[in-house]
């Protein structure tokens, strides 16, 4: 019967995901919002989730103001996404994990795990967030970084895994240089 309810209830979230890609480009967020919350994800009324990420299970939290970028997919265990993020196109968060298995089947039993990204982080693109995640409030994630544990409020991570760069002032005006401004690749 559990069984049962499950395969439904992903049938629906698959039937959402599919009947939303025929809804035209990036507007009508508020209605986006409302039919993710009708197959259970808490996904607040203000927050922009665009046409093509994708929501695929487990218990999913995307806060106020929050913007969710293209071809994201946010999939397993919990996933808790607070107020003013932004997750850049092509982030991958997956909460959900398995239990390290024997050799002849490393990938051992599943289990749901969570990844949490703190109020006003902005997540670059690219990224992935794996089970244990834990973003604090006001970072960076620098984009194609692969974040596997905490991140304090207030900095700046990059690389695989991800690895604090640099403290960022709370009222800080983050600006990043201006394509004019191209970086030396240090060679
Ligand atoms: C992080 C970012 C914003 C640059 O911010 P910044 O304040 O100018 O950072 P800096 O250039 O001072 O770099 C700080 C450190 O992080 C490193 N770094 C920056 N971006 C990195 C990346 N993507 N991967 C690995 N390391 C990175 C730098 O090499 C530097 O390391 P060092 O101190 O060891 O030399 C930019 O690199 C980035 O990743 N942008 C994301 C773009 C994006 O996602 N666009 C989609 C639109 S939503």
Request: glycine share 14%.
């Amino acid at each position: 019967m559990e069984a049962d309810t499950t395969v439904l209830k992903s049938l629906t979230r698959y039937a959402i995901w599919r009947c939303m890609k025929l809804l035209p480009g990036n507007p009508l967020f508020r209605l986006r919002a409302a039919l993710w919350r009708s197959v259970g994800f808490d996904v607040h009324p203000t927050a922009r989730v665009v046409n093509c990420a994708r929501l695929l299970g487990g218990e999913i939290h995307i806060g106020r103001d929050t913007f969710v970028g293209a071809e994201v997919m946010l999939t397993g265990g919990k996933i808790f996404i607070g107020d003013n993020c932004d997750i850049a196109p092509r982030v991958t968060i997956h909460a959900g994990s398995h239990a390290i298995g024997p050799s002849e089947h490393r990938g051992g039993e599943a289990y749901g795990g969570s990844v949490t990204v703190g109020d006003g982080t902005w997540i670059g693109v690219g990224s992935i967030l794996v089970d244990g995640a834990q973003i604090g409030k006001g970072c960076i994630i620098a984009a194609g970084s692969v974040v596997i544990g905490k991140v304090p409020d207030n900095t700046l991570a990059a690389g695989v895994p991800a690895r604090v760069k640099k403290k960022l002032a709370p009222e800080q005006q983050v600006s990043t240089k201006p394509a004019t401004e191209v970086k030396s690749a240090g060679l």
